[in-house]
């Protein structure tokens, strides 16, 4: 789902080099890397790595991970490092089943 949104922000008109993409595998971000999105390096459940990604981030689209035993500790994750780094917008989606 983070693809379709970037490529939405694209085909709207947002700077690819205004938008960041957080990934936990570099080779499968290279297509976003090739359309120039800053890719950020990852993972939900790294909390050093996360506020290290949110550096200089002003709003974050958050796309659930799948495993729904740690929907809600990769969220806290994600929102707590959002916290520290001042960003004032977190839009949040959910998967489940």
Not at 27 to 39: E, F, M, P, S, T
Not at 40 to 61: P, S, T
Not at 87 to 93: A, L, P
Request: net charge positive; glycine share 8%.
């Amino acid at each position: 789902m983070g693809g379709i949104v970037i490529d939405t922000l694209l085909k709207n008109s947002v700077p690819a080099s205004e938008i960041a993409a957080l990934a936990r595998d570099e080779k499968k971000a290279a297509q976003l890397k090739d359309k120039g999105v800053n890719i950020r390096m990852g993972d939900y459940d790294n909390k050093l790595l996360l506020n290290e990604a949110m550096k200089g981030i002003v709003k974050v689209f958050l796309v659930s991970g799948t495993d729904i035993n740690k929907v809600v500790s990769q969220h806290r994750n994600v929102v707590d490092a959002a916290k520290q780094a001042i960003i004032g917008t977190v839009n949040v989606t959910t998967l489940l089943n």
